[in-house]
């Protein structure tokens, strides 16, 4: 707390000079810390009262009489203390999230539109704001459902990257296919990749020289492969050093979908860049992590029985349909708690 209230106050100083307004994205970015940073040192100063006040009753009181108000702080201490686990460098930040169906055709797409609709059902529950800036659509199949191939969506909100950044890897399903005229089993697989979105600043520690960039347009294009707009608006960046393919298309404006295109290159490339500082120091510490990218980290299964297991943590649900409808609570905060 005292290095945070010697931030605010040095915040507070650079505000009352008039040059601080001058530019509006760092004056923004300073006035949103200093906005976190007195809520953060509020409710520590409240919960510090409270405690001194359930204190004092207990000295005066029977136990009976304390239950109530101490059971209340024990659950707003318990929320204040897992934001530790939510101190890493980007996890106050927004977040990029993408889903990508494994191999299986028309299941794993299926399966993809099933996780799609499971996330955003997640972010609503928190308040963030989630916008789809690239997808790709599967082949029409029964019913008329169509799956994803990919979806690329940016979650804004209070540490949307922090909760989200574990839900990395790939989950499982196991079912009754509806896509088999047999009515067999099915397991299918698809991937979830989180980044963080980068600040500007952020973004001009990475080098990308416009030489390495291949930009290309194309429509975008709704489900079962028609073309929504007419003119080309989406655009497609390859970074052609490493390969990085990269996407957008939701805005209108050909400039802004390259502006979110770019988002996405910066973020990726910064993640590239932290996997390789960690395998160097896990190389050099002889150790090596029990979970990779590419390995499996929840199952969902509805056939022959029903369960939602993670099996870093293994914290198990056998409501399935409540968690396919976005109760992810208890899942992402116990994977969180062993990060």
Do not use: C
Request: net charge neutral; proline share 3%.
């Amino acid at each position: 707390m005292p290095e945070k209230k010697k931030r605010i106050e040095v915040i507070e100083k650079e505000s009352q000079d008039a040059e601080f307004w001058s530019d509006p994205k760092k004056s923004g970015k300073l006035s949103q810390e200093l906005a976190g940073l007195k809520e953060e040192v509020e409710v520590i100063d409240v919960l510090k009262k409270e405690f001194k006040d359930v204190k004092e009753l207990s000295e005066i009181s029977e136990e009976k009489d304390i239950a109530l108000p101490l059971e209340k702080l024990e659950k707003k201490v318990a929320k204040e203390e897992f934001r530790t686990f939510l101190s890493g460098k980007n996890d106050k930040g927004d977040a990029l999230f993408t889903i990508t169906a494994g191999a299986g055709g028309q299941d794993a797409q299926d399966w993809a539109s099933m996780l799609l609709r499971m996330y955003e059902r997640y972010f609503n529950r928190k308040g963030w704001k989630a916008q789809v800036l690239h997808q790709s659509f599967g082949d029409p199949g029964p019913e008329g459902r169509i799956g994803v191939k990919q979806a690329v969506l940016e979650v804004k909100g209070k540490y949307a990257y922090g909760y989200l950044r574990r839900e990395k890897g790939v989950h499982r399903l196991v079912r009754i296919s509806p896509f088999s005229a047999k009515s067999l089993r099915h397991t299918s697989f698809a991937s979830v990749d989180v980044m963080p979105e980068l600040s500007s600043e952020e973004q001009k520690e990475i080098a990308v020289k416009s030489d390495d960039l291949k930009i290309d347009t194309f429509r975008s294009s709704g489900p079962g492969g028609q073309n929504v707009n007419k003119r080309e608006t989406a655009v497609r960046i390859t970074h052609i050093p490493t390969g990085i393919v990269v996407a957008a298309q939701s805005s209108r404006t050909q400039g802004e979908n390259r502006e979110k295109a770019m988002q996405l290159l910066y973020s990726k490339l910064y993640l590239m860049q932290e996997e390789k500082r960690e395998k160097e120091l896990e190389e050099e510490k002889g150790e090596r992590k029990a979970i990779e990218w590419g390995s499996q980290i929840r199952s969902y299964v509805l056939h022959p029985y029903k369960l939602v297991k993670d099996h870093r943590t293994d914290q198990e649900d056998s409501n399935v349909d409540a968690v396919l409808d976005g109760n992810l609570d208890a899942f992402i905060e116990s994977s969180l708690r062993i990060s």
